[in-house]
């Protein structure tokens, strides 16, 4: 069996099927067998692995070597052509053709594992669907502006409220980081692979209420968290009511903890 993550290989299949990469679809094919093979080595090993936009299917080959069953959802009409050739080999992979983000997931039951290369696009929604499932953990590869917000703490300039729901359902680290170089055709910006654990939270509150309120708080960045707030409910007297839970008046929304929220939204709403 040929290694897909290879340029000349890669571009073979392509030129034999008359396409190329869409930029709609944020196609960009991994070219670096290195890189690859690294992702799924990280990923795990052993039972069902979910894997979103396969392309010309490099990642998924090397995953068929890993886990008893892969799945993988393409878009592309066009890929699942050439996948048929690329991953005829892997008998124990099947490609569905369909939008993930459009997928019915409540056929998978038991804890799975999920490892890709997510279109950059469409990365937060898909992040967001995948918690619909029983997941093990996530390795996937996310632009690094992604990343950098996925992982960010408070007081940092991408810290935001994705990086508090993200980081109260998840435990996120980096993992691998790739160049720009390992793509064809080549993107504009690095790539990191990140890891996604799942953790058992819960609060006294009900959690999409919450995170709703989170992201108003950060609606203006550069205004003061007092403006922000005043958004909701310009009545209210928030200076005082963050004087008493021992926050300054004048404190910005990117310098509180998810601790810090907690306790907002309770002196708000309990």
């Known amino acids: 069996m040929k290694t897909i993550a290879n340029y000349s290989v890669s571009m073979e299949l392509l030129q034999k099927y008359e396409r190329r990469a869409k930029k ?105 669907k995948l918690m619909e499932l029983n997941v093990k953990q996530m390795t996937v590869m996310v632009q690094k502006e992604i990343s950098d917000r996925l992982t960010a703490k408070p007081e940092t300039k991408d810290y935001a409220a994705l990086s508090i729901q993200m980081q109260y359902y998840f435990d996120i680290k980096t993992i691998i980081k790739v160049s720009k170089e390992t793509f064809h055709p080549r993107p504009n910006v690095d790539s990191i692979v990140i890891q996604l654990k799942p953790k058992n939270q819960s609060m006294p509150y009900d959690e999409r209420e919450f995170f709703d309120f989170v992201k108003k708080c950060f609606q203006f960045r550069r205004k003061t968290l007092v403006n922000n707030l005043k958004t909701i409910d310009k009545e209210r007297n928030y200076n005082t009511i963050l004087e008493s839970i021992g926050l300054n008046p004048s404190i910005r929304a990117d310098y509180l903890t998810y601790d810090d929220y907690l306790k907002l939204y309770g002196a708000l709403y309990a």
């Open 24 to 128: 709609h679809f944020g196609q960009n094919f991994i070219i670096d067998p290195s890189v690859v093979e690294n992702i799924a080595r990280q990923s795990g090993e052993g039972g069902l692995c979910l894997e979103i936009g396969p392309g010309l299917g490099a990642l998924t080959q090397q995953l068929s070597k890993r886990y008893d069953e892969v799945i993988a959802y393409e878009i592309d009409p066009n890929m699942v052509e050439i996948l048929s050739e690329s991953l005829e080999e892997c008998e124990n992979v099947s490609v569905i053709h369909q939008d993930f983000l459009k997928a019915d997931l409540s056929e998978y039951k038991e804890p799975l594992t999920v490892c890709a290369n997510l279109p950059y696009y469409i990365t937060t929604p898909i992040l967001f």
